[in-house]
């Protein structure tokens, strides 16, 4: 069975400074993995996904396979940026089960 | 376009009651997904519908479960309702099923248990 871990449950910045949420996974085959992010009042919704390596918002991840972690960056952290970010993985095998981990609350600080 | 929406917005329920909850797509989306939010166990997967047939199942008991209909809607159910059983349900719709596929999510129906 696969795992997502986010070790952090919440992580406060000051605006401008560098940002790193850390997300390590464990499942035996090749996975897919995503950032979703919740806003205040807003729905879920996805962030950004290993396969498009684009950024989003000025944030990247990169899926380190050796080290089973899928780390969400951004280089100077802005106030808007404030949100739950949650990591998914997507197995294998088709359909659309979504694992994921149990968040974390972002919190940038002017 | 329409995003995903679910209703009830909000549901209270007492022991032992059964609850159907809706979920309609994104029009043209032919895959739904079931989760349950909750702060103890965070998102869990429920199940997953695609034309009208169930793809995946979570590791729920049998008291959950779902259905699609031809346009696409869905609904789950849950009988015997337990007071653990108080969450946020969300949906997601999807165009396919599998790979490359961005998931949808609507606002949610919280249920309580009373």
């Known amino acids: 069975a696969q795992r997502v871990t986010q070790p952090e449950k919440l992580l406060s910045v000051f605006k401008g400074a560098p940002v790193e949420l850390k997300c390590n996974y464990s499942?035996?085959?090749?996975?897919?993995l995503f950032w979703y992010v919740q806003y205040s009042r807003q729905r879920l919704q996805l962030l950004l996904r290993?396969?498009s390596r684009e950024s989003i918002k000025g944030f990247t991840a990169d899926l380190n396979k050796g080290e089973t972690s899928f780390h969400l960056k951004k280089p100077f952290a802005q106030e808007e940026d404030s949100a739950m970010y949650y990591c998914a993985l997507l197995p294998g095998g088709g359909g659309n089960k979504l694992t994921f981990g149990t968040g974390t609350q972002l919190k940038v600080e002017l | 376009k329409a995003g995903v929406t679910q209703t009830p917005r909000y549901l209270i329920k007492t022991r032992g009651q059964q609850v159907t909850l809706s979920c309609s797509p994104i029009?043209?989306?032919?895959?739904v997904s079931w989760y349950q939010q909750t702060p103890g166990q965070g998102l869990q997967f429920l199940f997953e519908?695609?034309?009208?047939?169930?793809?995946n199942k979570g590791n729920f008991p049998g008291r959950f479960s779902g259905r699609q209909f031809s346009n696409s809607r869905s609904e789950m159910n849950v009988s015997t309702l337990e007071l653990g059983d108080s969450a946020l349900y969300l949906c997601?719709?999807?165009?396919?099923?599998?790979?490359?596929?961005?998931?949808?999510f609507g606002p949610g129906t919280r249920l309580t248990v009373l």
């Open positions: 519908y695609f034309s009208e047939t169930q793809r």
């Open positions: 997601a719709s999807s165009w396919t099923s599998g790979r490359r596929n961005e998931q949808f």
């Open positions: 029009s043209g989306h032919r895959s």
């Open positions: 290993h396969i």
């Open positions: 499942y035996s085959g090749s996975p897919e």
